[in-house]
């Protein structure tokens, strides 16, 4: 008899909303960057090339683990988590740590960047994972979620000591919903939650810039050319592009009008060139890329597998739902770029890289 975990081929639906976005995001990339690569570096092509780079290598990094069983994780779910931490703090070091627009969130190679937080985002996954799975019953006290929550707390301190709020409420978020599909009661996840929420709140009233930005999302209009600056520019691209956009390359707001224009505020010169069709477009390959994955969750051939391709999906649909949220006004300003389309190396190649793990289990989910 046939097993009904037979290897098969990876899951398609997924794949072609991955490759879909990563195009996307490639030539939005040139679009948005063109002007600000011209002037920063009197080199037009400048952060396409690196994009391009960078998205061949994810693609090689990605099937590579698509073909590389997903169980040997296990192994190195410790490693991988240590190795993160100990990148996550040599950032905060002196002479180590690169700064850029007041955050130190990369260590400097010479010709490339490195930022561990999008390492220990992917560390992490694996190591809840691991853990949840080698005792799926013991997640209704919180005693029994306590390691997997302070290790998540450690992690999300040092990253908002860069800082980076928008990535630690990400990171933070994913962990919960891995605890929630490994069974956690909801009592004890609305605790968490509480606490959470406390945290967050607590991050913005003591950090006098985070609290400009919440006023700012409250009314813009107070500090047009301060703290609602980037929320009113992003509007007006949105705005300007209509049903049908301005057409592809035609934006108005990335000649140094839209601050971040290639990286955390690209889906503002997507809605501005390629109107409502194309931000409705990503909206839905995201949606497409979610319910593969939790459907891989559902059918996946061991509860480690199904806790890491929740935790995959959770932590790039979160991210995708945040940086939306906060390009369309309906969030707080911070700093996350959108998976597969924003300008960034370390964060293209390790969520493409989890991808590709997330694919290796489709292979082998349940017919």
């Keep these: ?24 995001g490639v030539v939005m990339v040139f679009s948005a960057s063109q002007y600000a690569a011209l002037v920063r570096y009197n080199d037009t092509f400048y952060f396409f090339k690196r994009q391009l780079l960078y998205a061949v290598f994810g693609l090689v990094g990605m099937f590579c683990l698509l073909n590389y069983d997903y169980r040997n994780f296990r192994r190195w779910a410790f490693t991988l988590l240590v190795v993160s931490f100990l990148l996550l703090g040599l950032v ?11 955050a130190k969130r990369w260590i400097d190679l010479g010709p ?13 996954v694996v190591f809840t994972a691991y853990g949840l799975s080698r005792g799926r019953s013991a997640v209704k006290r919180l005693k029994e979620v306590f390691p997997y929550l302070g290790i998540t ?9 860069q ?47 985070r609290m400009q930005r919440f006023l700012a999302f409250l009314d813009p209009w107070k500090d047009p050319q301060g703290s609602g600056f980037h929320i009113i520019q992003s509007l007006y691209a949105i ?53 593969r994955g939790l459907r891989i969750a ?22 995708a ?36 793990v997330l694919l290796n289990i489709s292979k082998q989910t349940a017919r």
């Design 1 to 24: 008899m046939r097993s009904r975990f037979a290897a098969k081929p990876p899951d398609f639906a997924l794949f072609l909303s991955v490759t879909v976005l990563l195009g996307i």
């Design 92 to 102: 905060l070091l002196p002479g180590v740590g690169y700064s850029s627009h007041g």
């Design 163 to 209: 800082p980076d709020l928008g990535t630690a409420m990400a990171l933070t978020g994913t962990v919960v919903a891995m605890l929630f599909c490994a069974g956690a009661s909801m009592r004890l996840l609305t605790c968490v939650g509480i606490g959470g929420i406390a945290a967050v709140a607590a991050a913005i009233y003591y950090e006098p810039y």
């Design 239 to 291: 705005g300007s592009g209509g049903f049908f956009g301005m057409g592809l390359g035609q934006g108005k707001q990335k000649f140094l009008y839209l601050p971040e224009q290639h990286t955390d505020f690209i889906f503002a010169v997507i809605g501005e060139e390629l109107g409502f069709i194309g931000a409705a477009l990503v909206i839905i390959l995201f949606l497409v890329f979610i319910w």
């Design 153 to 161: 707390g450690l992690a999300a301190a040092l990253i908002l000591l």
């Design 112 to 124: 490339v960047t490195v930022q561990p937080s999008e390492i220990i985002k992917f560390g992490i």
């Design 321 to 356: 739902f945040v940086n939306i949220g906060v390009v369309t006004g309906s969030l707080p300003i911070t700093g996350i770029p959108l998976p597969f389309i924003s300008y960034g190396g370390t964060s293209l190649l390790f969520t493409l890289a989890a991808v590709g």
């Design 298 to 319: 559902l059918y996946a051939p061991d509860s480690f597998a199904s806790l890491l391709a929740a935790g995959i999906t959770a932590g790039i649909g979160f991210q």
